[in-house]
């Protein structure tokens, strides 16, 4: 007789078993293999996640006519591996397995299915072509607004700045001059224009819709930046994204609120779940950030009571691969991970955030403990240059020559003068933000 745990979803008409959700790990030397022998139509992909006694790797897998299968060769001495796996079906029920170890001493270790069941708010796996989606669930940013911190690029909705290609968006920077309607002597003494150069201007602040190369440089690289039309408050929020490498290139997945029912920046929050930089070293793709924003004023900002850095492991960078970037927002805890490892863990105050940051008041008083982050908060996934607020730091040993000071009044006048040095670094695809998928789940 075989007992088994029967998880069903009435609204979905989805029911999953115990028996059926289960996953094997199958390693010889050196050959892992992970498998999901259930062949149920219902099921639209499988996500394993997989450790070798060391940081978790993701990877999709792949339908046979067995099941769901994910195989690789392990070049490393093998003690343990652990994974789980996400399974999706094509209703939005969501199952995860609960995680498993394989060690030296077995052979194989089936995962036995986890009772959590969780319904998926959001999902985008970047398959179509660019103009559907972008019209539906994403808003595209088309302006020269750096938010305030005076970076080099101008967003566009160019197809050189954001597309999708193979399931994957990608949000690209590139110079200016790669468009043939402007030259070095346009970004000098121009007016970009940017509703009647690319159709629209999303953002006004900080003359982000028109600017004359007169009165400084115009922006000398053109990139992109998305954000979601679906918003969340509590639950998770995943993205498997591959970070790029180019110096002076600031890549972020963050959110904002929806409604900044707490008053302007930062009263209303921020949530930076990764940030980084281009460069190579400590100081580049090596580490990574999170950080909360709150405060009662812009220059009262409390950021650095909640911010972390994850460095990556020894001889590699957090470039190398994909990742899942995951932030997961309760009552009462805020975390970001990558690949399930703890980036920052933020829990909420017993009185509120203006008595952890020491405020003269309280400007959350209608709000909960976790106030401002008790509301609902959309995705944005950008790739920035440069800038003058500090993030690249004029003092910091980068390992080569920063082109602009923060003070000069013609930064990136300065970092373009400097292409020859930079440029060179920023290699096609590999300059990129890709976005293999985005979830919400509730």
């Given amino acids: 007789i075989q007992c088994c745990v029967c998880y069903c979803s009435l609204w979905t008409g989805v029911c999953a078993t115990q028996a059926q959700l289960r996953v094997q790990i199958e390693y010889s030397t050196p050959h892992l293999k992970l498998l999901l022998p259930d062949t149920d139509s219902e099921i639209r992909d499988v996500v394993f996640h997989y450790a070798i006694h060391g940081p978790i790797h993701t990877a999709r897998a792949v339908r046979t006519s067995f099941g769901w299968q994910f195989s690789r060769d392990i070049t490393e001495h093998v003690h343990s591996i652990t994974a789980y796996a996400d399974v999706h079906y094509k209703n939005g029920l969501a199952i995860t397995t609960t995680r498993h170890t394989l060690t030296a001493d077995t052979q194989n270790v089936i995962l ?9 708010l959001f999902r985008e796996d970047f398959n179509q072509e660019f103009d559907p989606w972008n019209m539906h669930t994403w808003k595209v940013e088309v302006s020269m607004f750096g938010g305030r911190n005076w970076e ?14 193979d399931g994957n968006l990608y949000l690209a920077p590139v110079p200016t001059v790669n468009d043939p309607r402007f030259d070095e002597n346009f970004l000098k003494t121009g007016t970009m224009d940017v509703a009647e150069l690319w159709g629209l201007c999303t953002n006004n602040a900080d003359y982000g819709c028109s600017r004359s190369g007169a009165n400084g440089m115009l922006p000398p690289v053109m990139s992109g930046k998305v954000s979601s039309q679906p918003a969340i408050r509590y639950g998770t929020v995943e ?25 302007v920046w930062p009263r209303s929050g921020e949530i930076d779940i990764m940030e980084t930089r281009g460069n190579a070293g400590p100081l580049g793709v090596e580490t990574v950030s999170s950080t909360l924003h709150w405060g009662d004023a812009w220059d009262n900002n409390k950021w650095s009571l909640t911010h972390a850095e994850k460095s990556s492991p020894a001889g590699k960078t957090w470039h190398d ?5 995951k932030i997961e927002r309760t009552p009462d805890h805020i975390k970001t991970f990558i690949d399930d490892q703890v980036i920052l863990s933020v829990d909420a105050p017993a009185d509120g955030f203006w008595k952890f940051g020491g405020l003269s008041s309280n ?8 106030a401002p982050f008790d ?24 390992g080569v020559r920063k082109p602009w000071a923060n003070n000069s009044p013609h930064a990136n006048l300065d970092f373009w003068t400097a292409r020859d040095d930079w440029l060179p670094t920023w290699q096609g695809d590999q300059s990129a933000l890709v976005v293999d998928y985005v979830e919400f789940r509730d």
């Fill in 375 to 398: 509301q609902d908060f959309y995705l944005i996934l950008n790739v920035a240059v440069g800038g003058i607020n500090g993030y690249f730091s004029d003092t910091a040993n980068w």
């Fill in 112 to 120: 036995p299915g986890s009772r959590r069941i969780r319904a998926v």
């Fill in 363 to 370: 400007v959350w008083s209608s709000g909960s403990k976790m």
């Fill in 239 to 263: 993205v498997r994204a591959r970070i790029p490498r180019g110096d002076w290139i600031w890549p972020a997945i963050w959110m904002m609120p929806k409604d900044s029912v707490y008053g």
């Fill in 152 to 165: 080099f690029q101008v967003y566009t909705n160019d197809k050189k700045n954001v597309y999708t290609r």
């Fill in 321 to 325: 691969d994909f990742h899942v970037w």
